[in-house]
Nanobody
């Protein structure tokens, strides 16, 4: 069974940075769509960043230019580098992967519920 374990969340001041990691087991990244979504209390899932099967990336408009998604296939780890953090970025962040599909990264930003597997989440709180 695919297991995804996120780490790297925490409390950070506005303007600060964090790097989230997602370690995968029983799974190899090659050609699998993957990404990050977040969920704030009382709100629905919001796609944040995604990589499609072709290696193309996309981001939510609200994080574009501040967040960067990357993957290390040798280490089977997905990353999300977050900079210039704002209080509205506070949420539980989940990494997720899907079976190989032809969907674009943009599709997964718009439809974060379509991933087949997700981790347990890591809390990110941006506050002074």
């Amino acid at each position: 069974e695919v297991q995804l374990v996120e780490s790297g969340g925490g409390l950070v001041q506005p303007g600060g940075s964090l790097r989230l990691s997602c370690a995968a087991s029983e799974f190899t990244f090659n050609r699998h769509p993957m990404g990050w979504f977040r969920q704030a209390p009382g709100k629905g899932r919001k796609g944040v960043a995604a990589i499609d099967s072709g290696g193309n990336t996309d981001y939510a408009v609200s994080v574009k230019g501040r967040f960067t998604i990357s993957q290390d296939n040798a280490e089977n780890t997905l990353y999300l580098q977050m900079s210039s953090l704002k209080p509205e970025d506070s949420a539980i962040y989940y990494c997720a992967v899907d079976v190989p599909t032809a969907y674009s990264a943009y599709y997964y930003i718009q439809n974060p519920g379509k991933y087949a597997f997700r981790g347990q989440g890591t809390q990110v709180t941006v506050s002074s």
